[in-house]
């Protein structure tokens, strides 16, 4: 065991909000030390290569492999069906993510019917290959229908809801077990837009213990499992990033077995968060015993500047160069190319917010964030 001590003055600075009545019963919260269980080390190891002096020879692998760095991409079964994506995905990165079908509502549809056929191949795919994985997501308390079951919006009862939680987590974390090298056990805890904890029926029923209870099912369903918080929209708001760093440091106070967080990095306008801000929020995350990454990147290419190939991958560069320098060890990118994503629908109209163009060839930006990988 590991103590940080006293870290937790200068982490929490912000005492509003609802991140400071989780603690069981509403204590009040008290700096103390932290005992921080060991987090599984990453596997990612650093490989000597040609990278630093041909930069241009490497794959995003390669060149995070050299750097000690995973390199992931978020993907659908259904694209294994494409040869050509297998071989890039298999070559560029180092971990994949499944976007949608490890959510519950697609594995348990109904209480008790699970089906792991997507997921199994994803996960097939990526043990044959040798790359890793990140399963996404166990609990995101404020998306239904295609995130969590409907079934789970309406439990009332706190022991039926306990159940549904336990039964779930352990069928899908002990499945994978050792296969799954890291997970999101919880995603998206703090409410959006806002800075308290989200008014998800898990909280509803459970109180904010939901959040312990998920990480001490997924940590006894497999114990070298990395476990992982997942957020959204701190990169670039202040009131967030306390409210997330205030959030980690309680949960480690509780002796919750949290091994990361993840900043999800969806840049929806195309613009760069305020310089030095990704790198102030890793630097205060990491001392708290966490790893960081950025789990889910992508930025969407403007369509109001004169070379927008160019602004997207400063912006790129920008992101990952910050979290890298602070020690992020990863960096996953939310899905292959630019034929599909999700802020396609969210614009109404193809945001090509990734690192290949939709015929899988390289932009600007996948040589920006290469390169940058390639010199560390
Ligand atoms: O598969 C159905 C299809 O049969 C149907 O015709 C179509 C009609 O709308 O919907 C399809 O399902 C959609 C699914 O994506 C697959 O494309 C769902 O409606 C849509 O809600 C779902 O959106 C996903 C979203 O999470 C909600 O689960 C996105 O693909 C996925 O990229 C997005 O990912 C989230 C992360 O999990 C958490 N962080 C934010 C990130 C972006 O929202």
């Given at each position: 065991m590991l103590i940080v001590t006293a870290l937790?003055?200068?982490?929490?600075?912000?005492t509003g909000g609802d991140a400071q009545r989780d603690g069981p019963g509403g204590s009040a919260f008290t700096p103390t030390s932290i005992a921080v269980p060991n987090p599984t080390t990453t596997s990612t190891t650093r490989a000597p290569g040609p990278c630093p002096a041909r930069p241009e020879?490497?794959?995003?692998?390669?060149?995070?492999?050299?750097a000690g760095v995973r390199v992931g991409v978020a993907l659908m079964s259904a694209q294994l069906d494409d040869p050509a994506v297998r071989d890039l995905v298999r070559t560029q990165f180092s971990q994949i993510t499944p976007e949608n079908e490890l959510k519950w509502a697609q594995v348990e549809a109904e209480p008790g019917e699970f089906d792991f056929t997507a997921v199994d191949a994803l996960v097939d795919f990526a043990t044959a290959a040798g790359?890793?994985?990140?399963?996404?997501?166990?609990?995101?308390?404020?998306?239904?229908?295609?995130?969590m079951p409907d079934w789970v919006a309406g439990i009332t009862d706190p022991a039926i809801m306990e159940s549904a939680m336990r039964k779930w987590i352990r069928t899908?974390?002990?499945?994978?077990?050792?296969?799954?090298?890291?997970?999101?056990?919880?995603?998206?805890?703090?409410?959006?837009?806002?800075?308290?904890?989200?008014?998800?029926?898990?909280?509803?029923?459970?109180g904010d213990r939901y959040l312990d209870l998920a990480f001490s099912l997924a940590a006894a369903a497999d114990q070298s499992a990395q476990l992982w918080i997942n957020e959204i929209g701190v990169e670039n708001d202040p009131a967030r990033a306390d409210a997330l760093v205030e959030l980690v440091t309680r949960l480690r106070i509780r002796g919750v077995p949290l091994h990361g967080v993840g900043l999800q990095g969806h840049f929806d306008k195309g613009t760069a968060p305020v310089q030095g801000r990704i790198?102030?929020?890793?630097?205060?995350?990491?001392p708290l015993g966490v790893e960081v990454a950025m789990t889910e990147l992508d930025v969407v290419r403007r369509g109001d500047v004169s070379?927008?190939?160019?602004?997207?991958?400063?912006?790129?560069?920008q992101v990952t160069s910050e979290c890298l320098d602070g020690g992020c060890e990863e960096l996953s990118f939310w899905g292959v190319s630019d034929a599909a994503s999700w802020l396609d629908a969210q614009l109404g109209r193809p945001a090509e917010p990734l690192l290949f163009d939709a015929l899988l060839q390289p932009k600007p930006a996948y040589r920006a964030v290469r390169d940058d990988l390639a010199r560390r």
């Open positions: 937790v003055l200068a982490a929490c600075t912000d020879n490497c794959t995003l692998a390669m060149a995070g492999r050299a790359l890793e994985t990140r399963g996404h997501t166990l609990i995101w308390g404020q998306r239904y229908g295609n995130g899908a974390v002990g499945r994978y077990r050792g296969r799954i090298q890291r997970w999101d056990v919880v995603n998206e805890p703090l409410a959006n837009p806002g800075t308290g904890l989200d008014d998800s029926p898990f909280r509803r029923v459970l790198r102030q929020l890793v630097d205060r995350l990491r070379n927008p190939g160019r602004a997207q991958a400063d912006v790129f560069a």
